[in-house]
């Protein structure tokens, strides 16, 4: 009898502080933003108390991996500070790291200053960088120099005007064409463990988005996990007219598509949601095939 093929992804893996991660099936990243202004309100935590409850819940819901930002990147957004970036990680991670010592963490930061900070001095595990080094020319010699996974995610413009009026001839070939230039520069510099993101929502129209999505299975391509960040996010809910605390079921129906397109990590607010949606994906695909003639 012929072997069903998964959707799943071809088997992955990632070197974290001395673990080998394999991603056999979707993982799930939980975010925790540690801001006062990202776009989703449920996703602020800025107390100790309320981060450390917040990582609890990420841990207790079945996410493998916290995401934590310092720096809004949302649409129309400024750059905080360095100082700024850095005196909130430093109380997030510290307070994580306390309670949870061995929690993969990933830290959003386009800096290679907080990248190098980070890593050095409470072993984050991922650098998540929106820029995919574009916004630090020094990036990418830092990683090298870190050895730690990194995230490249792909964003015309930046935070402050990326979605004044993205353009794109095509939006599939340009992607593929900028994953191809950051990968070989990466390589050339002997990074290994890369992550890519097509960057929903960052430089791109509605339509961009679902384009992506529609043909997220051609970055299969380059080989490499691919991470989805669509979590109740405005192509979810300016189509449905609603707003982003009544978009978790856009979100699940939107994530269940990035599963089958095949991808590897969905960044989510809601873990427990997305930990069904994959459980769920994983049993159906399980099932025999019946062939009638």
Known sequence: MEQKRSVFAPRKTLHC???????????????INVT?????????????YSIAQRAKQIIDEGGQIIDIGACSTRPGAKPVSELEELKRLDKAL????????????????????????????????IINDISAGKMDET???????????YVIMHMQGTPENMQQNPTYQN???????????????LKQL??????????????KTLEHNYSILKNLDTFKLHEL????????KSMIYKYLHSKPELALNGTTVLNTIAILKGASILRV?????????IRLVELTESQPEYQFI
Do not use: W
């Open 17 to 31: 502080n001395g673990k080998l991660i394999t991603i056999d099936k979707p993982m799930v990243m939980g975010i």
């Open 36 to 48: 006062n202004d990202s776009f989703f309100s449920g996703s602020r935590f800025q107390l100790s």
């Open 94 to 125: 510290s307070t994580i790291r306390k309670r949870y010592p061995e929690v993969i963490i990933s830290v959003d930061t386009f800096r290679s200053s907080v990248a190098k900070r980070v890593v050095n001095e409470y072993r984050v595990d």
């Open 139 to 149: 990036m990418f010699e830092t990683i090298a120099e870190l050895n730690v996974p």
């Open 171 to 185: 939006i599939i070939r340009e992607l593929l064409l900028f994953f191809n230039d950051r990968i070989e520069k």
């Open 190 to 203: 002997n990074v290994k463990d890369i992550i890519i993101d097509p960057g929903f929502g960052f430089g």
């Open 225 to 232: 996990p691919i991470l989805v960040g669509i979590s109740r």
């Open 269 to 277: 607010h809601d873990v427990k949601e997305a930990v069904e949606t």
